[in-house]
């Protein structure tokens, strides 16, 4: 069972499970274009649920057919279906992402990069997040990989998994997960520490049969079943699996 941890460990330990990713994966570089608020924050719409490779497939799509995603709150629901229904959860997805779109055109006078940097960080991530279907994640995901905001610390079910099953934090959802830590990310490391836990995530600590042979994290985990031992592995993640992020191709 993780234990609970105070502030100053999560502080520490991040800081200690950030330098040994880098050590393993290196720092990710960004993009020299960061992508459009709102083609960013439909793609992480689309990417709940399913993988980043039908997702990106599913935001494609739609974009071919609608190059300014702002026309796609006057489509019907049942045409946005059909595009994104690669994605999985297209009945559901379609009416969000309509809903999501008309909610934006109602509550900001504009909604680009240039607009919302004016704008204090923690007000963005709270006017994103009243708009149905818009979550911590989804706010958070905004934040880093379109407004480049290197200390906003996206949680999703990977870094959920990592952070609880290392004993790092000690909590059911991934929401509180990411409230729990969001405050202890290093400085200006939210970026970089969020994709290599992603990495570690699918190509190590995988939800089932983790590698634990192979951690580089395993002296400090927690994980009352961590093991040593090599077991066989069937299905094992493809390098371009590991490496395919749908945020950094939008």
């Given at each position: 069972?993780?234990n609970?941890?105070s502030p100053?460990?999560?502080r520490?330990?991040?800081?200690?499970?950030?330098?040994?990713?880098?050590?393993?994966?290196?720092?990710?570089h960004?993009?020299?274009?960061?992508?459009?608020p709102l083609?960013?924050?439909?793609?992480?719409?689309?990417?709940?649920?399913?993988?980043d490779?039908n997702?990106?497939?599913?935001?494609?799509?739609?974009k071919?057919?609608?190059p300014d995603?702002?026309?796609?709150a006057k489509?019907?629901?049942?045409?946005?279906?059909?595009?994104?229904?690669?994605?999985?959860?297209a009945?559901?997805k379609?009416?969000?992402i309509?809903r999501v779109?008309?909610e934006?055109?109602?509550r900001?006078?504009?909604f680009?990069?240039r607009s919302l940097?004016?704008?204090?960080?923690?007000e963005?991530a709270?006017k994103l997040?009243?708009?149905?279907?818009?979550?911590?994640?989804?706010?958070?995901c905004?934040?880093?990989?379109?407004?480049g905001?290197d200390d906003?610390?996206?949680?999703d079910?990977?870094?959920?998994?990592?952070?609880n099953?290392?004993?790092?934090?000690?909590?059911?959802?991934?929401?509180?997960?990411?409230?729990?830590?969001r405050e202890h990310?290093p400085r200006?490391r939210?970026?970089e520490?969020?994709?290599n836990?992603?990495?570690?995530?699918r190509?190590?600590?995988?939800a089932?049969?983790?590698?634990?042979?192979?951690?580089?994290?395993?002296?400090?985990?927690e994980?009352e079943?961590k093991?040593?031992q090599?077991?066989?592995?069937?299905?094992k993640?493809k390098?371009?699996?590991?490496?395919?992020?749908?945020?950094?191709?939008?």
């Open positions: 069972m993780a609970l941890s100053n460990n999560i520490s330990k991040l800081e200690i499970v950030a330098t040994r990713l880098r050590d393993l994966f290196g720092v990710p960004r993009k020299s274009t960061l992508p459009d083609d960013l924050l439909i793609a992480t719409i689309l990417s709940q649920n399913t993988n490779v997702s990106h497939r599913a935001f494609v799509n739609l071919n057919a609608y995603l702002r026309a796609v489509v019907p629901p049942r045409k946005i279906k059909s595009l994104i229904k690669v994605g999985g959860i009945n559901k379609s009416r969000v309509i779109i008309k934006i055109e109602n900001f006078k504009k680009d990069r940097k004016k704008i204090d960080k923690d963005i709270e997040c009243s708009l149905n279907g818009v979550g911590y994640k989804t706010a958070s905004v934040l880093l990989f379109s407004l905001d906003a610390f996206p949680v079910t990977h870094v959920h998994r990592v952070l099953r290392i004993g790092l934090v000690d909590q059911k959802t991934a929401d509180k997960t990411f409230l729990t830590v990310v200006g939210g970026y520490l969020h994709l836990i992603i990495k570690f995530g190509k190590t600590c995988t089932q049969r983790p590698r634990c042979y192979e951690c580089g994290l395993y002296d400090i985990c994980w079943e093991t040593l090599s077991a066989e592995m069937k299905g993640n390098e371009k699996d590991v490496e395919f992020m749908l945020l950094e191709r939008i």
